[in-house]
């Protein structure tokens, strides 16, 4: 949480530092022109991988199979396109990293780590923690074979 409001502090001082900055070198006028720019191109550049990520989750879906790819680039998409109409050059960069289509698979793997690094697994209440189980590089496995000496017991 303190990461959270730390960012809402320092990312709109950030911002207004570097468009003075920019405005200083090139100034006003190009300035704000080149936001109007940015903000153009990352509202059709949005669109149009939102199309095709759409497009990308309908064929996942009427596969059948589990559209997780889809999805992640979808929210990155509509993170990406949030930065993006936000006026400011810091967060049209990570705005175009989360939106680029050659960008985002990195994007994508960060998430998923990061993601993967804050799951813990837990059960229903009042239940063991989970064991480890085979390939977890804790406890021994040992092969067998299960035998049923109960001739009254339904088979499967």
């Known amino acids: 949480m303190a990461w959270l409001v730390l960012a809402l502090l320092l ?41 095709r990520a759409w497009e990308a989750l309908n064929r996942s879906l009427h596969a059948g199979r589990m559209p997780t790819k889809e999805l992640a680039d979808g929210g990155l998409l509509l993170v990406g396109g949030t930065l993006l109409m936000a006026p400011g050059f810091l967060t049209d960069i990570v705005g175009y990293f989360l939106v680029l289509p050659f960008t985002r698979p990195i994007a994508r793997r960060l998430l998923v780590g990061w993601m993967v690094s804050r799951v813990h697994i837990v059960g229903p209440p009042g239940s063991p923690p989970p064991r480890p189980g085979p390939g977890s590089g804790r406890g021994r496995v040992v092969s067998g074979e299960v035998v049923d000496d109960d001739p009254q017991s339904p088979r499967p």
């Open 11 to 51: 990312v709109p001082i950030a911002e207004i530092y570097v468009i003075v900055q920019v405005g200083q070198a090139i100034g006003a006028g190009p300035t704000i022109l080149l936001l109007i720019a940015d903000s153009v191109l990352g509202a059709w550049l949005v669109r149009h991988e939102g199309r």
